[in-house]
């Protein structure tokens, strides 16, 4: 599979809001109860907020014959070298196909000076937490998240690079 990993621009901002719905939807079906998860993508996607993320974080799309099928966020390198992933959510049909361990790879190479990278996990993300181990993180917290009024547990794993 060919596939092209670029910085995000303005004009991506309705299919990263797509992509984030139908990721969001696929993986928490059962977990999070989906009005949670609309109320959640409705103020963390949408216009005003892509905008925002757009002009302070790092944020990498994912091309497939110029479709847009994934996006991660990063957030900035701290002096003490640590920075988060905030979000690297794909189509469900390109999960297993090498496409998320590229776009995460080409954001560590992206962060200048990061030490360690951080995420954070719903414990019954199973996708997540199988995809994050693989790639050397390791469980460094557990804690509850109010998500919303809803809780979360939530689990974070960290990457020393």
Do not use: C
Request: net charge neutral.
């Amino acid at each position: 599979m060919e596939f092209v990993i670029r910085n995000m621009r303005k004009d991506d901002i309705p299919h990263v809001q797509q992509i984030a719905q139908t990721s969001w939807n696929y993986t928490y079906e059962g977990m999070i109860p989906r009005k949670i998860q609309d109320s959640f993508l409705k103020s963390a996607y949408n216009d005003e907020m892509m905008k925002k993320r757009l002009e302070s974080s790092l944020i990498l799309v994912v091309e497939n014959k110029s479709e847009l099928v994934g996006f991660a966020n990063f957030s900035p390198v701290k002096e003490d070298g640590e920075a988060e992933l905030l979000a690297i959510y794909l189509h469900p049909r390109y999960h297993g196909n090498g496409v998320g361990t590229a776009l995460l790879n080409e954001g560590i190479k992206a962060l200048k000076g990061v030490k360690k990278l951080f995420v954070n996990v719903e414990k019954e993300n199973r996708i997540g937490s199988i995809f994050y181990k693989a790639k050397g993180f390791t469980v460094g917290s557990e804690f509850d998240d109010d998500f919303q009024g809803y809780t979360l547990k939530t689990v974070q794993m960290v990457l020393y690079v």
